[in-house]
């Protein structure tokens, strides 16, 4: 449904660029002077928002009638104009009638949009008494700040909107679940198929909320909003202009863009969706990939059981549950108890596992210790006769553990629960330690070293796994964390001598695999590596 056209646009944001949807990227602007809401009007437009929402409630001091003219008369954009009470998340406390007052006067003065919210709607209408300029579109809207209804009460609620008298129907509810937000795009897909011929705002608040946010263009939603810079929010979970359209080429996405994502939690830092969606966009695959912070996989399959919900990377802590809810897994993955990337096969719905983060690692700590950047060896790999020190028992810690026995070196494991390091050396045959005894462990000189766990990784920047002076018996240290990029331990092996390996090496590696599994092209090997570095 092409709900936008009917917005009066005065003109997109940036222009030129190629867009295959209708949804608008409003910008909020909140600021405490009508002067600077003028400049970050003009910065909205060069960012690429299409649409400016004022937020007259921020304003520290406000002059009806005259500020009201000059924020229409020097917008670049299409205006929105809302005027948030206290009682709904905003900032005023005054009284209603001002209020009303401060809106009927934008809608006389040419703003292409009011906002007023379901409680005040009935109230609004009899203030202005029916006279509304044909060009403004009134968005009622409603604000849930503690969680999202059933299906069923979202229902009744746009019902309710609709029948305040709304043009544009707006609904933001609250993410406890990222399986909350599936109600909310049932909601609007719904909305089409009745034929409700009523564009929708639809907005799931919070970081778990944040695929409404990017996924609204795939089911029709008339604008999503995007921010100036991050953390400048007039709602939790808002990304910002450049994320949606730079990151996740919002402008592209329809309603048979297929959606991929890294399950995780958390996840805000993985640099994933940037990765495979600047390679979809180069490689013209209509595919999405975004950031999904799920608490409970099992719930998160079963929810989003369609096949456009096509294929997944998993990281911390899930990848051993996945495993165990794949219809199928590949042996390898299945040898080392993880899975790092599931497919939903289109044919069926069916989930089919595997592990990619072991060809990643291998065969970034093979070329560092060969010194070169070409594959892994096989039979002559230089791993071969080594001792090998995994630091973690966990997805990564199993992948290394795995792949590395099977380039033939003498894997010993270390891990914080010593049982789960026991166990995992019972299964490649090595053997186990604590994470305590690591400092004292020096069996042999030249050894490899390989963290797996989450220690070193941002924020927690100055920890480290082993103390530096141990570090000087071997002769290459490994780091699967990666942001930094160079952590503490890096920073320190190599202070001690070794050769360093990052975790970006490991991080193109496993991601060349999965974006061939994903689209079944071959994947932009010198893009990922432009990307990430
Ligand atoms: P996982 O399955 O949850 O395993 C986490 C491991 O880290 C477990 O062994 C856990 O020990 C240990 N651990 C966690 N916090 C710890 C702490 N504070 N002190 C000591 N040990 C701790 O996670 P994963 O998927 O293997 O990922 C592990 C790390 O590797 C993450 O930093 C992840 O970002 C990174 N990684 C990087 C890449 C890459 O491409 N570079 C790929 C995969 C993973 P317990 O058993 O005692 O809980």
Not at 288 to 315: A, Q
Not at 375 to 388: D, H, M, R, V
Not at 455 to 477: N, S
Request: proline share 5%.
């Amino acid at each position: 449904m092409n709900f936008a056209v009917e917005s009066g646009v005065k003109s997109m944001g940036s222009g030129v660029e190629m867009r295959k949807n209708q949804t608008l990227i409003c910008a909020p602007l909140m600021a405490d002077s009508v002067d600077q809401v003028v400049v970050l009007m003009h910065t909205a437009k060069l960012k690429g928002a299409d649409i400016v929402e004022i937020r007259l409630d921020h304003l520290k001091s406000f002059n009806g009638r005259a500020d009201i003219e000059k924020l229409i008369r020097e917008c670049p954009l299409p205006t929105l104009f809302t005027y948030r009470p206290i009682w709904e998340g905003g900032q005023y406390d005054g009284d209603e009638n001002s209020r009303f007052n401060a809106l009927r006067l934008a809608m006389e003065l040419g703003a292409d949009h009011i906002d007023i919210e379901l409680k005040a709607a009935h109230e609004f209408n009899n203030f202005i008494r029916g006279n509304k300029p044909e060009k403004c579109k009134v968005i009622v809207s409603s604000h849930n700040y503690d969680n999202t209804p059933s299906a069923e009460d979202l229902g009744n609620l746009v019902a309710r909107i609709q029948a305040a008298g709304a043009d544009i129907v707006k609904f933001a509810t609250t993410a406890l679940d990222i399986t909350d937000v599936v109600r909310v795009f049932q909601i609007m897909v719904h909305s089409q198929y009745i034929n409700l011929q009523i564009p929708i705002i639809a907005m799931v608040m919070g970081e778990r909320g944040l695929i409404s946010r990017i996924l609204c263009p795939k089911f029709g939603g008339y604008l999503t909003f995007g921010t100036l810079e991050p953390g400048k929010v007039s709602a939790p979970g808002q990304p910002t202009i450049d994320e949606l359209v730079n990151i996740f080429n919002l402008r592209l996405i329809d309603t048979d863009t297929r959606v991929f994502g890294i399950i995780g939690k958390p996840v805000s830092h993985s640099k994933s969706p940037k990765l495979y969606n600047a390679a979809f966009k180069a490689a013209g695959f209509n595919g999405v990939y975004v950031h999904l912070l799920v608490d409970d996989v099992p719930k998160f399959f079963e929810t989003y059981s369609s096949t456009d919900f096509s294929g997944f990377s998993i990281t911390i802590p899930h990848k051993e549950v996945a495993l165990a809810l794949c219809d199928e897994v590949d042996p390898t993955a299945k040898a080392i108890g993880a899975v790092n990337c599931v497919i939903r096969r289109p044919t069926d719905g069916h989930l089919f596992g595997c592990n990619t983060d072991y060809i990643g690692a291998i065969s970034a700590i093979e070329d560092g210790l060969l010194g070169s950047h070409h594959g892994p060896t096989g039979a002559g790999s230089p791993l071969a006769g080594k001792l090998f020190v995994v630091i973690g028992a966990g997805g990564a810690g199993k992948a290394l553990a795995y792949g590395a026995k099977r380039k033939g070196a003498k894997v010993v494991i270390a891990n914080r629960t010593y049982d789960r390091a026991r166990e995992l050396a019972e299964i490649v045959g090595g053997q186990a330690l604590s994470l305590a005894e690591l400092g004292d462990f020096h069996p042999e000189s030249g050894m490899i070293l390989a963290n797996t766990t989450s220690i070193g990784m941002q924020p927690k920047v100055e920890e480290t796994p082993v103390p530096k002076e141990a570090l000087r018996h071997y002769k290459l240290v490994f780091d699967a964390v990666y942001t930094p990029k160079i952590t503490r331990l890096l920073r320190e092996a190599e202070e001690m001598g070794a050769k360093i390996v990052t975790g970006v090496e490991m991080f193109i590696g496993q991601a060349y695999e999965q974006y061939e599994r994903f689209t079944g092209l071959p994947a932009p090997k010198q893009l990922f590596k432009d990307i990430v570095n």
